[in-house]
């Protein structure tokens, strides 16, 4: 990364002047190199990443308003700073993942997916998904492991991992997801009910997670649909007419 670079190449030079320049002891000019390295790396950190936290609260603002494809240009104008620091790349990667990902444009939603961040728990789970969809178990099951391994204490993301073993007729396994994630989390009511129903053989209950849930889209559009309808009483959304 570009800071770790300038922040390491001004501490050598500095420790380099100080020895040779000012025979400094060495002890002396490693520390004072140190305070350096340590000085430059923290500004140059701050600065990329206020200029990182300006690009997503602009994408965010845009999600607000609808404009999807404005603030997916935004956010892929902010992947240059990947390159100044560390885990830049991967979270803006996971924001552009999943904002295809919402609008079902999985096919664009995939690559940026697979390069996501690592404690990003829901674009993990997105990419679980697709892996799921693509017939590549392994791989699924893979991601969801390295996803609850980094957010644990997400009860929704064991839900998300069980009901997926379970798609895959795998109910033993899906068990046994649930039952690591209430050692995780002892006494969580969600995972809990879901436990009990797969061990009675019936299907698991995720809809009172309300749209967390349905942005995984893991149901049909018109479930999602009565969803929507069920959130606002029961009624269609009024069409404006248009007189010609």
Not at 22 to 34: E, Y
Not at 154 to 171: K, M, Q
Request: proline letters at 2%; one cysteine or more.
């Amino acid at each position: 990364m570009y800071n770790i670079l300038i922040a390491a190449g001004s501490a050598v030079a500095v420790l380099l002047i100080l020895l040779f320049g000012f025979k400094l002891a060495w002890w002396s000019s490693l520390l004072i190199a140190l305070a350096l390295f340590t000085g430059v790396y923290l500004i140059t950190l701050r600065l990329i990443m206020k200029k990182v936290m300006v690009s997503i609260e602009a994408a965010g603002k845009d999600l607000q308003a609808q404009r999807f494809e404005k603030a997916i240009r935004g956010l892929k104008d902010a992947l240059k700073y990947g390159k100044w620091q560390i885990y830049v790349e991967g979270q803006i990667n996971s924001q552009i993942g999943s904002i295809y990902y919402i609008k079902r444009d999985f096919a664009n939603a995939f690559p940026y997916l697979e390069k996501s961040f690592f404690k990003n728990w829901a674009s993990m789970a997105m990419l679980a998904i697709c892996y799921m969809k693509r017939q590549k178990k392994d791989l699924m099951v893979r991601t969801f492991e390295k996803a609850v391994q980094w957010s644990p204490k997400e009860h929704l993301l064991w839900n998300i991992y069980a009901y997926c073993l379970n798609e895959c007729g795998e109910s033993t396994k899906a068990k046994e997801v649930l039952e690591k994630g209430l050692k995780k989390m002892p006494g969580n009511p969600q995972i809990k009910e879901n436990l009990e129903l797969l061990g009675q053989g019936k299907k698991m209950k995720m809809r009172s997670y309300g749209d967390l849930w349905f942005q995984f889209h893991l149901e049909s559009v018109a479930a999602v649909q009565k969803h929507q309808m069920a959130a606002m009483g029961g009624r269609m959304p009024r069409r404006k007419m248009v007189r010609r």
